[in-house]
């Protein structure tokens, strides 16, 4: 689509990581319940657009916030099992 087209507007995709993109991604989950919070200081100005999470088994929710300003923005729930499309079945 071209950047010309009427409503677009320039946007600059930003991607965060559990170690904010510093080296490896993988992140020890201790036994039981937890909580891990990642912190990171923007050095862009603007409105955040969009956003998107990612949980591996056992993870229940992300929440994106401004630390700054205390806004709460989102929160993204996992959903174990509740749509068929993504349910495993036995081959047997």
């Not at 904010?20 to 923007?42: E, F, I, L, M, Y």
């Not at 100005?45 to 630390?67: E, I, P, Q």
Request: aromatic share 6%; proline share 5%; hydrophobic share 30%.
């Amino acid at each position: 689509m071209p950047a010309s087209t009427p409503g677009m507007e320039e946007v600059t995709p930003v991607w965060l990581d559990a170690a904010n993109c510093t080296g490896d991604s993988q992140h020890s989950v201790p036994a039981g319940k937890s909580t891990t919070t990642w912190r990171w200081q923007s050095t862009l100005s603007g409105t955040v657009k969009a956003a998107a999470g990612h949980l591996h088994d056992g993870g229940r929710s992300l929440a994106l916030s401004n630390a700054s300003t205390g806004q709460h923005m989102c929160t993204s729930e996992a959903g174990y099992g509740t749509d068929p499309a993504y349910r495993a079945t036995s081959s047997r």
